[in-house]
């Protein structure tokens, strides 16, 4: 029983993830590892699941990055920045063993600067 619940879960989880719903398919996972263990292959799955969702989201940050660099007015610049730093910072506190956080913790330094900048 267990064992067709979590390969279940696998296949709703790969589809998740193919058709880049990262966060359904790691609530998925979440759901199924609060009763039991997760195999390894259903380990690795959540894993790309967060770090595709992961570049997801740095993606998202980095063009409001982009449109805060470009903006003239310093409020809509600023606006623009908070939502990016933001984004990052809830990824790094959602996901905190993420491979990818050193990347996200770089991205924010930069994000700080340009906030530093318009004091």
Known sequence: ???D???ETRETARQMIEEENYEAAINAFSKVEASQELDAESRELRERAVE???NKER???A???LAARKAGDPSKKKELLDSAYNILKALIDKYPSSPLNQKLKSHIAIVQNELDSLK
């Open 59 to 61: 993606n998202r940050a």
């Open 5 to 7: 619940t979590l390969k």
């Open 52 to 54: 595709s969702l992961i």
């Open 63 to 65: 063009e409001l990055f």
């Open 1 to 3: 029983m267990r064992d």
